[in-house]
Nanobody
Framework: QVQLVESGGGSVQAGGSLRLSCVAS????????MAWFRQAPGKEREGVAV???????EYADAAKGRFTISKDNAKKTLYLQMNTMKPKDPAMYYC????????????????????WGQGTQVTVSS
């Protein structure tokens, strides 16, 4: 069973940058989607960005132009580089994985992912 462990959260000033990491342990099958989600208090969990095993990416509108999702296959690590952080970005950020995927990764909601990390908290100060 794959396990995911996030790190890199913390407090950053508005306009600043933060990089989240998510390390996967265990075997990951070739066709998969890995994604970052976030959930603020009182709000639903929302997708931020997704990447598939081919390296194709897709971003939520709130992340486009500011966030970059990437992965290092050798290290089994998923990243989320967040730049120009805004007051609307604070949340618990989760990485998620679904394997043996058929079809595209883009547009899949959180209900499609069955492996989750514990989350890492991000706060933004103005």
């Amino acid at each position: 069973q794959v396990q995911l462990v996030e790190s890199g959260g913390g407090s950053v000033q508005a306009g600043g940058s933060l990089r989240l990491s998510c390390v996967a342990s265990g075997d990951i099958f070739s066709r998969y989607c890995m994604a970052w989600f976030r959930q603020a208090p009182g709000k639903e969990r929302e997708g931020v960005a997704v990447i598939d095993n081919f390296g194709m990416t897709e971003y939520a509108d709130a992340a486009k132009g500011r966030f970059t999702i990437s992965k290092d296959n050798a290290k089994k690590t998923l990243y989320l580089q967040m730049n120009t952080m805004k007051p609307k970005d604070p949340a618990m950020y989760y990485c998620a994985l679904v394997q043996r995927v058929i079809g595209a990764c883009g547009g899949r909601g959180h209900e499609h992912y069955n492996i989750w990390g514990q989350g890492t908290q991000v706060t933004v100060s103005s």
